[in-house]
């Protein structure tokens, strides 16, 4: 499923992968994020995190009459607040969306799929 943009030049066809990609790079580069996770059933109550290469697999891009609706899966540090996390991933996800795409945005829904220490600070 694509996503067809019209403008005086011509035709724009946009694939739903590209848009989860834009989507998922911007959201590893929120605070708190410490990846994204797959829609798939989490395992072992273990959740997999996503290397940039597939962050289609942990978001779901529906369209419909002009605007788009987004389903993001993702695994948060823990000791952060995980609602302001989520409002700063849909505000970051909406504006890079209308900014970067020309897209009017419907939902941005988050699905927190785990929570997870990070590494930072700490040597290998």
């Given at each position: 499923?694509?996503?067809?943009?019209?403008?005086?030049?011509?035709?724009?066809?946009?694939?739903?992968?590209?848009?989860?990609?834009?989507v998922g790079?911007?959201?590893?580069?929120?605070?708190?994020?410490?990846?994204?996770?797959?829609?798939?059933?989490?395992?072992?109550?273990?959740a997999e995190?996503?290397?940039?290469?597939?962050?289609?697999?942990?978001?779901v891009v529906?369209?419909?009459?002009?605007?788009?609706?987004?389903?993001?899966?993702?695994?948060?540090?823990?000791?952060?607040?995980?609602?302001?996390?989520?409002?700063?991933?849909?505000?970051?996800?909406?504006?890079?969306?209308?900014?970067?795409?020309?897209?009017?945005?419907?939902?941005?829904?988050?699905?927190?799929?785990?929570?997870?220490?990070?590494?930072?600070?700490?040597?290998?």
């Open positions: 499923m694509t996503l067809e943009i019209t403008n005086e030049y011509g035709n724009i066809d946009v694939s739903n992968d590209v848009i989860a990609s834009v790079g911007k959201a590893v580069e929120c605070y708190g994020i410490v990846g994204m996770a797959s829609k798939q059933q989490v395992r072992d109550g273990i995190i996503l290397g940039h290469e597939n962050y289609a697999r942990g978001i529906r369209s419909n009459d002009k605007a788009i609706d987004v389903d993001m899966y993702i695994i948060v540090s823990y000791g952060i607040k995980i609602s302001e996390v989520a409002n700063n991933v849909q505000s970051t996800v909406k504006y890079t969306l209308e900014k970067t795409l020309n897209l009017k945005v419907n939902s941005i829904n988050i699905y927190v799929q785990g929570v997870r220490m990070n590494n930072y600070g700490k040597k290998h």
